[in-house]
């Protein structure tokens, strides 16, 4: 089995779903009391979180590079980053830590296409829906990808910033993420993906009348799937 390196902590409340899903994941697959090799680097996310905001992406890319470094000296054998945001610097980490990142994009994309579907609707931070960093990767696997108007991505963003990551969630919260999800339906989108490792934490399955993609649990899936590959 190889290691998985896990660049988390942004924030903690989806970090330890990744956590539980990988190790599921192992015990499914290989049974009796085994679970998933892991080396976990967490951040404190409020540092990073005033980053963001305040669009130091240079000085992000830097902490993000330092951590995958931690994981490559700590033996990581590939790295997931455990956040759809600070994917945007996935590929200058990857080439930093000298260490394979299993892109939440492409795994994504890759059940997407499996389930047969074409376009498909893109929640997330502001950042995730706003700059081009996850629509293009997505679309490189020949995805349409639709995002929500101006209001309502930030709705989506300040559910994400002021309530999931802090552990809190809201039924109107979750009402108002349908209300966001049926009117990417009304335009057209054929599923919808859950483009925030906390956005699982409040929507599921049943809160939508098309598939649901959760990037946490897909991601972590894939995760596991890679260290089993030999």
Request: charged residues 25%; proline residues 1%.
């Amino acid at each position: 089995m190889k290691i998985i390196g896990v660049l988390g902590g942004m924030s903690w409340e989806s970090t330890q779903v990744y956590y539980q899903l990988m190790n599921q994941e192992v015990r499914r697959r290989l049974g009796g009391a085994h679970s998933a090799e892991i080396l976990l680097y967490s951040v404190d996310f409020d540092r990073i979180e005033k980053l963001q905001h305040a669009g130091e992406w240079a000085l992000l890319t830097r902490e993000m590079i330092a951590g995958a470094r931690r994981l490559q000296r700590g033996g990581a054998d590939f790295l997931v980053i455990a956040t759809n945001t600070m994917h945007l610097m996935a590929d200058e980490v990857a080439e930093a830590s000298g260490l394979e990142v299993l892109h939440i994009a492409d795994v994504t994309a890759q059940e997407i296409k499996k389930a047969g579907l074409g376009r498909v609707g893109l929640l997330g931070t502001r950042f995730t829906m706003e700059q081009p960093f996850m629509r293009q990767r997505l679309e490189s696997h020949g995805l349409e990808v639709l995002v929500p108007d101006a209001d309502d991505r930030e709705l989506v963003h300040r559910v994400i910033y002021e309530e999931l990551v802090q552990g809190v969630i809201r039924e109107e919260s979750r009402q108002a993420y349908r209300q966001v999800i049926e009117r990417l339906v009304r335009r057209g989108a054929e599923g919808v993906i859950l483009g925030c490792t906390e956005i699982g934490l409040l929507i599921g399955d049943k809160d939508a009348s098309v598939p649901v993609f959760d990037t946490t649990r897909i991601h972590a899936t894939a995760a596991v799937e890679r260290a089993l590959a030999g």
